[in-house]
C-alpha cells in the first residue's frame, strides 16, 4: 500500500507541477490563517505574560527519505510569551500525520524546543503539528495556547550510485608512518548525480590499523559516520605493522553504503630505525645456518647480516649499514664495507675468514653511528695437514736406573694447509715402530706394542719416552685423523739410547782364515774387546787397553782402543774396541790370554779376561792311505789300514795341534793312544797334528790314523769269473773349526777259497 500510495505521489510531481505548486500555496495561506488560535473563552483577562504563542516553525531538511530511520528532519519551535519574551522549559507537544516523532520536548534557554522527525516506511507528505498550552495552577484550565504547522515530504530513496573515500592526497597507495594518524571522509552521490542527505550513515573499515577519536582513543577496526553536507568524516590510524616488510598483507581503508563502496590501499611505512641486530651465517647447501664459528678457507660461504628495526619491531628498508672487520675481510677485498637494507631491513655481506686462524671481531654501524653492535667470529684452523715434532735435534737418553737421563717429553704441532695450529682437539696416537726397540723402552709407560691415545689442546700433544734396559734407537711415529680420511704421520728417528757405564769386558780374537800375511812366517789377525753395560748393552765411546799374559808364544798385541773405533778389516761395532795381534804361522792353535780394561776416565776401570787360540791362517791339507787297497781272504775277518794327513799354513809353516774329525764310507776307526800329539781319551776319528816342538821335528804338522774293515763289508767273489768282490772306503778329513777337508780312499777287494796267492 505504502509503496503504491509513493508511485502515485511520484506521477503527480511529474504531471502535474503546476498543481502541486498551487495546492501548496493554498494549504499555506489556510495555515497561515489559523496559525493563531484565539484565548481560550470564560477565563477573565490573560496577562502578557501568560500568554504563550509560537513564533516560528522550521523544518531542516524538508524532504527526508523513506530510508528506515537513516535520514530525519530537525523540527524546531520557538515558544515566546506575549511580550515577546523566550520561554525556556516549556513542553511542546508535536504530531505528525504519517512518520514518527518526538513528541514532548521542553524549550531550551532560548526558547527553542528541537525534535526529531523519522520515516516509519511510508512515503508521502507529512503535516507536523506543534501544540503549547499555558495551563492556570490554579483552576487548572488552559489560559493560553497555540498551535503550528509544518509540513516533511518522505521521498523514495534515490539508489546511491558511488562512493568516493578521500585522504589528503590522491597518492597510490596512500603513504603513511606507522602510528600515524591522518583525517579521512567520503563523500555518496546518489543516481540523480546529488550527494546523499545529511546524516546519512557511512561505514568505514579497514585490514590493518584502527580508527581513532580527536583524543587518540581506539575506536576500532570499523566505524560508522554520518554525513554533514554530503560528505562523512573519520580519523585513521595505521597501526604498528609496516606494510612494506615482504609477506604482511597490504593494508586497505574502505567507505561503503550498503553494497557500494571505495577502497584505498595505505602503504605503512616503518619508523626511524631503533634497534640493530648483527648475526653469522654458514651456507651449508642451500640451507643458511647460523653460526658464529667457521674455518679458515672455508668451502662454505659465510655471511653477516645486520637487522635494522624500528620501535614496533618493522624492519626498515634502504638505510645504509656500515660493517668492520679486525680479521679476515669482506667481499675479499676490505674490512669496511656500507650496504643499504633490503625489504626485510637486512643488509648482509660476505664473510671471508682468510688464511689466519682466530677471534674476528665484526661490527655493524646504522643510524648515523647512534645504532652499533658487534659479535665475536671464531674462525678456526682448517682440517688438519700436517704434523711435526718440534724437537728437530738428536734425543738422548741414557739405559734406565744407569745414573744417566732416561726420560723426555716429545710433542708435535699439529697445523693446517695455512699453518695455523689446530685449534679444535685432535686425537694424537704415538707409538715405537722399531721392529726391534730397544728392551723396556715405552712411552707413558704403556706396553712398547700398544699405541698410545693423546688429546691434542691448542694444536699441540706430547708424549712421555721412557728408556729401559737396552741401548739402541727408537723410532716414533705420531699419527692422527684427518677429517677427509686421510692418515698424518710424522716420525722421529734419532731419539739414542746410550747404555749404562761399562760393567762387562770380553776380550775377543778373530777366527779361521782371519788372518793378514805379513810375510817371513807371521800373520795379523784382528783382536779386540765387547764392553757391556750391567744390562749387556754395548757401550759407546770408552777407551781400552789391551796386553798378553804369559806370553810364552812371542805374541804382539796393539795395546790401546776405544769402543766404536775401525778395525783393519774396516769394520766398526757399538761397543767394539778393535786392536790386532801378530805371531808366527808355527804357533797356530797356540793358546794365548788377553786381558783388556776399561778406561778409569768413565770411572772404575773394569778387567775382561779371554784365553783365546791363535787361528789357521790360508791352510794347505792334503792325507795319503797305507797302503792302497786291502785283500780279504777266507781266513780274514778284519783288515787294517793307515792314513796320513799333512797341514801346512799360506806360508808353508807347518801346524801342529790341529784337530782332524775323520768320517769314512766304511770300516771304523782305530784308537792310537800315544802317539804324537793323540791322548789317551780321544776318539779314534779324532786325530792331532804334531806340533813337532814348534816346527821343528820331522814329523811336525803331521798326523797319523787308522781304520779296519770286515770281510762282510766287501761283496763276495765270482769264482766262476774269476773275479773278486770289490768296494771302496772313502775316508774324509775335515780340520775342526774350518771347513777344510780333503780325502783318501782305499779299495777293499774279497776272493774266494781257491784263489790263486798273491
Not at 498 to 520: K, L, R, S, W, Y
Not at 618 to 636: I, K, R, Y
Not at 700 to 729: M, R
Request: charged share 15%.
Amino acid at each position: 500500500m505504502r509503496k503504491m500510495r509513493g508511485n502515485k505521489m511520484n506521477k503527480i510531481n511529474r504531471l502535474f507541477p503546476i498543481f502541486i505548486f498551487l495546492v501548496l500555496a493554498l494549504i499555506l495561506v489556510i495555515t497561515s490563517c489559523d496559525r493563531r488560535n484565539p484565548p481560550p473563552t470564560g477565563i477573565g483577562v490573560v496577562k502578557p505574560s501568560e500568554v504563550v504563542k509560537i513564533t516560528k516553525i522550521l523544518a531542516e531538511p524538508d524532504t527526508i527519505y523513506c530510508d528506515n530511520n537513516i535520514t530525519f528532519s530537525q523540527i524546531s519551535v520557538t515558544v515566546k510569551d506575549g511580550d515577546g519574551f523566550a520561554i525556556p522549559g516549556k513542553i511542546v507537544n508535536f504530531r505528525a500525520t504519517i512518520g514518527r516523532i518526538l513528541r514532548s520536548v521542553p524549550t531550551d534557554s532560548s526558547g527553542v524546543a528541537t525534535t526529531t522527525f523519522w520515516d516509519d516506511g511510508e512515503q508521502g507528505l507529512a503535516e507536523i503539528m506543534a501544540v503549547v498550552q499555558n495551563i492556570s495552577e490554579s483552576t487548572n484550565t488552559v489560559i493560553s495556547a497555540d498551535t503550528a504547522r509544518v509540513e516533511v515530504f518522505i521521498d523514495e530513496v534515490p539508489p546511491v550510485e558511488s562512493i568516493t573515500l578521500n585522504f589528503l592526497s590522491q597518492a597510490d597507495p596512500y603513504p603513511m608512518t606507522v602510528m600515524q594518524t591522518t583525517e579521512i571522509n567520503a563523500t555518496a552521490k546518489n543516481n540523480l548525480g546529488n550527494t546523499v542527505p545529511d546524516n546519512t550513515l557511512i561505514t568505514f573499515t579497514c585490514t590493518k590499523g584502527k580508527f581513532v577519536d580527536e583524543a587518540g582513543n581506539n575506536l576500532g577496526m570499523s566505524i560508522v559516520a554520518k554525513t554533514v553536507n554530503g560528505r562523512a568524516y573519520a580519523r585513521y590510524n595505521a597501526g604498528a605493522v609496516a606494510t612494506t616488510t615482504p609477506g604482511v598483507d597490504p593494508a586497505y581503508v574502505t567507505a561503503s553504503i550498503g553494497d557500494i563502496s571505495s577502497t584505498r590501499e595505505v602503504m605503512i611505512y616503518p619508523g626511524n630505525p631503533f634497534n640493530i641486530r648483527l648475526q653469522s651465517f654458514v651456507q651449508v647447501g642451500d640451507e643458511m645456518v647460523e653460526s658464529d664459528t667457521s674455518s679458515v678457507a672455508s668451502p662454505n660461504n659465510i655471511y653477516m647480516r645486520a637487522t635494522l628495526n624500528d620501535p614496533n619491531g618493522n624492519p626498515c628498508p634502504t638505510k645504509p649499514v656500515r660493517f668492520e672487520t679486525d680479521l679476515g675481510t669482506f667481499m675479499n677485498t676490505t674490512q669496511s664495507i656500507t650496504l643499504n637494507t633490503n625489504t626485510m631491513g637486512e643488509a648482509q655481506v660476505r664473510f671471508t675468514p682468510g688464511l689466519t686462524a682466530g677471534a674476528a671481531t665484526i661490527k655493524a654501524f646504522a643510524n648515523n653511528d647512534t645504532l652499533q653492535t658487534q659479535l665475536i667470529f671464531n674462525i678456526k684452523s682448517d682440517d688438519i695437514y700436517s704434523i711435526s715434532f718440534t724437537q728437530q735435534e738428536q734425543v738422548t737418553l741414557n739405559v734406565a736406573n744407569t745414573g744417566g737421563v732416561d726420560s723426555a717429553i716429545l710433542r708435535v704441532k699439529l697445523k693446517d694447509i695455512n699453518g695455523n695450529l689446530i685449534d679444535y682437539p685432535q686425537e694424537v696416537y704415538f707409538r715405537i715402530v722399531n721392529l726391534n726397540p730397544p728392551a723396556g723402552a715405552n712411552l707413558n709407560g704403556y706396553p712398547v706394542t700398544d699405541s698410545v691415545l693423546v688429546i691434542s689442546t691448542g694444536g699441540e700433544a706430547q708424549v712421555s719416552v721412557n728408556s729401559g734396559t737396552e741401548s739402541g734407537i727408537l723410532i716414533i711415529r705420531a699419527s692422527c685423523f684427518a677429517k677427509d680420511g686421510r692418515w698424518i704421520h710424522a716420525t722421529k728417528a734419532n731419539i739414542v739410547i746410550h747404555a749404562g757405564p761399562p760393567a762387562e769386558v770380553i776380550p775377543f780374537i778373530g777366527g779361521f782364515n782371519t788372518g793378514q800375511n805379513m810375510g817371513g812366517g807371521l800373520w795379523r789377525v784382528v783382536a779386540g774387546a765387547v764392553v757391556k753395560d750391567m744390562y749387556g748393552n754395548p757401550v759407546e765411546t770408552t777407551s781400552v787397553f789391551f796386553e798378553l799374559i804369559n806370553n810364552v808364544t812371542n805374541c804382539q798385541i796393539g795395546a790401546d782402543g776405544f769402543t766404536g773405533n775401525v778395525s783393519v778389516e774396516d769394520d766398526s761395532l757399538r761397543g767394539v774396541a778393535y786392536t790386532t795381534v801378530t805371531y808366527s804361522g808355527i804357533y797356530t792353535y797356540d793358546w794365548i790370554t788377553i786381558r783388556a780394561r776399561t778406561g778409569e776416565v768413565e770411572g772404575e776401570g773394569v778387567d775382561g779376561y779371554a784365553t783365546v787360540q791363535l787361528p789357521l791362517n790360508d791352510p794347505h791339507f792334503e792325507a795319503t792311505p797305507v797302503p792302497a787297497h786291502l785283500n780279504f781272504f777266507v781266513s780274514d775277518t778284519w783288515k787294517t789300514g793307515d792314513f796320513y794327513a799333512v797341514l801346512t799354513d799360506g806360508q808353508g809353516q807347518p801346524v801342529g795341534n790341529a784337530v782332524i774329525i775323520c768320517t769314512s764310507t766304511k770300516g771304523e776307526f782305530v784308537a792310537i793312544p800315544g802317539f804324537h800329539n793323540n791322548y789317551p781319551f780321544d776318539p779314534a776319528w779324532q786325530i792331532i797334528t804334531d806340533d813337532g816342538s814348534y816346527g821343528t821335528g820331522d814329523k811336525a804338522g803331521w798326523a797319523w790314523g787308522q781304520i779296519k774293515f770286515h770281510k762282510l763289508e766287501v761283496p763276495a767273489g765270482d769264482e766262476t769269473s774269476q773275479t773278486p768282490g770289490q768296494t771302496t772306503g772313502v775316508i774324509t778329513l775335515r780340520i775342526l773349526g774350518t771347513n777344510v777337508s780333503t780325502e783318501v780312499s782305499i779299495v777293499l777287494y774279497r776272493y774266494w777259497d781257491s784263489c790263486p796267492p798273491f
